[in-house]
């Protein structure tokens, strides 16, 4: 069975940072794309960002120049880590697995999907 277990949400005031990871039960972790998704209250679930197996990385406009993402292979383990939040970035965190070779914020393009870290700034 495999699993996505997301951690690192949490409160912080604007401008401040937080790092997310999520640990996958894949036994074929290096051939999948991984990604982060966020939905905040009525709005729909958008991509932030996405790592391909060869680490080439894509992010949405609005986190460009803040948010980073990585993959840690001997961990099967990726992360994203968050500087200079903003209130607009509240929202519920999603992880998720994709097999193939090439990033994608599709939701549609994934397989696997973590349960979520809620991730609250303040202003």
């Known amino acids: 069975q495999v699993q996505l277990v997301e951690s690192g949400g949490g409160s912080v005031q604007s401008g401040g940072s937080l790092r997310l990871s999520c640990a996958v039960s894949l036994r074929t972790y290096s051939s999948y794309f991984m990604g982060w998704f966020r939905q905040a209250p009525g709005k729909e679930r958008e991509g932030v960002a996405s790592?391909?197996?060869?680490?080439?990385?894509i992010y949405t406009d609005s986190v460009k120049g803040r948010f980073t993402i990585s993959r840690d292979r001997a961990k099967n383990t990726h992360y994203l880590q968050m500087n200079s939040l903003k209130p607009e970035d509240t929202a519920m965190y999603y992880c998720?697995?994709?097999?193939?070779?090439?990033?994608?914020?599709?939701?549609?393009?994934?397989?696997?999907w973590g349960q979520g870290t809620q991730v609250t700034v303040s202003s």
């Open positions: 998720a697995a994709g097999l193939g070779w090439d990033a994608s914020l599709h939701i549609a393009a994934y397989n696997y």
């Open positions: 790592i391909s197996p060869d680490r080439s990385t």
